[in-house]
């Protein structure tokens, strides 16, 4: 009995391409792309401190980008990020203690992190618009 | 009220997805496909007689013999003619249709881990899983990222290698009793909802670290054994075993992501013994 040669490599059944997006892998998936992104926005943040330490003129520059509309979408979004990672890096924390763990229990904590990060970016752009004028 | 409730808030993972923004993720067919894996249109096989029943399964094809890409058949199914499971109809399609599909099955009671593919984009077992729960048409892969022999029967020799490395059998160093080794009631629950493990993959096979990391990352199901054999109060070979864990791939490429818990046919939960794993590696340096 001699094994036949094989011709070809045998195809890797797909993954990614068809496997149903859940909560589960999309709360997950979420939190990389807004640990990513808060961390591009750190490197904005830098840059209006630097306008703002480099001179009036400066300032006024980077104040007015901010100020446009595509500017606060951008703020905006960087807003509701920052909570969303805040609140799922706080899920994380509690599953490392072993709790939470049942099913219900998961989902649960997902869509609450879901509404409060929604919540808390409503706020703070209620709350700085009525502080800040 | 209650209809949303069941809809957004998942309490078993036997629950069929009823409400999903989205079927699969937004990238294309063919991302990070490689050329032998792309798969091709293939046939639509009618039903053999007129039947007024009638559902269309789209089931992935894949000859070895013959050269060609994995393809994507579409079968019509008689539903008066057929029992109620997903099992059924395929080997309703063996049987009547074309007898070259090739599929893995045995107890047809969910107890052997078989019949275990990608139905609907989830990972659950054939036999377990009602027709009528699933889409229009439906849709049948193999399980998900694994090197395909054929149709549905993928190769599960790096799983199976992966589950031996983790030793799972019992470990002792004591002087062997004159009886058996005893364990209390409440020892003995703490293997519960662990040693019921089927070994069908379906965890792994979901879990998308293992999906880039499969290499090196142990994955759910071999996580799950893992913590088996830790919390059984007879085995004596902890240190070991966690001095075999404790290691950036094999344990900690777990992201807690859970698609492993919401996937598993007998309810059972790997995130959680994955994240007590972590909790007693953490808890042995203090």
């Known amino acids: 009995m001699s094994n036949p040669t094989p011709t070809r490599a045998r195809p890797l059944s797909p993954n990614i391409q068809i496997y149903r997006p859940q909560l589960t892998s999309v709360l997950s998936i979420l939190n990389r792309i807004t640990g990513i992104l808060l961390s591009a926005f750190a490197v904005v943040m830098v840059v209006w401190l630097i306008a703002a330490a480099w001179g009036p003129q400066s300032y006024a520059v980077v104040q007015g980008a901010i100020a446009s ?54 706020a703070a752009w209620v709350a700085s618009a009525s502080l800040g004028g | 009220m209650p209809e949303l409730r069941t809809t957004m808030i998942i309490e078993s993972s036997a629950q069929v997805p009823r409400a999903t923004l989205l079927k699969r993720f937004p990238v294309p067919r063919n991302f990070g496909v490689a050329p032998e894996s792309r798969i091709g249109r ?15 399964f789209e089931i992935y094809r894949y000859d070895p013999d013959s050269g060609e890409n994995p393809r994507l058949d579409a079968f019509e199914v008689d539903l008066d003619d057929c029992g109620p499971m997903v099992l059924d109809a395929l080997i309703w399609i063996k049987n009547k249709v074309d007898s070259t599909l090739t599929f893995r099955r045995s107890c047809r009671e969910g107890i052997c881990g078989s019949c275990a593919m990608n139905i609907d984009g989830t990972n659950w077992l054939a036999c377990t899983r009602f027709i009528s729960d699933l889409a229009t048409p439906a849709t049948i892969y193999p399980l998900a990222n694994l090197r395909i022999v054929k149709d549905l029967v993928p190769d599960l020799t790096h799983l199976f290698a992966q589950y031996a490395a983790i030793e799972p059998w019992l470990k002792t160093k004591t002087a062997e009793p004159e009886r058996e080794r005893l364990q209390s009631t409440e ?12 070994l069908c993959f379906c965890c792994t096979s979901g879990c998308p670290s293992h999906w880039w990391n499969g290499d090196r990352f142990f994955g759910p199901a071999v996580l ?37 818990t919401r996937t598993c046919p007998k309810g059972l939960n790997p995130g959680k013994a994955i994240a007590e794993i972590k909790k007693m590696v953490i808890e042995r340096r203090s």
């Open chain 2, 224 to 260: 799950l054994q893992a913590w088996r054999w830790l919390t059984d109060s007879r085995d004596e070979a902890k240190m070991e075993r966690l001095d075999n864990l404790e290691d950036p791939f094999r344990l900690y490429r777990c992201h807690t992501i859970l698609n492993c």
């Open chain 2, 42 to 56: 293939g046939k639509t096989w009618l039903a053999p007689r007129v039947a007024s029943r009638i559902r269309t």
């Open chain 1, 69 to 122: 509309w595509i500017g606060q979408f951008v703020l905006f979004g960087a807003t509701f990020a920052f909570f969303l990672h805040l609140c799922g890096g706080i899920r994380h924390l509690v599953w490392d203690t072993v709790h939470g763990f049942e099913l219900r229990s998961i989902y649960i904590s997902g869509w609450a992190v879901v509404a409060v990060s929604v919540l808390l970016t409503v």
């Open chain 2, 187 to 198: 020892e003995r629950s703490k293997i519960d909802g662990y040693y019921e493990c089927i």
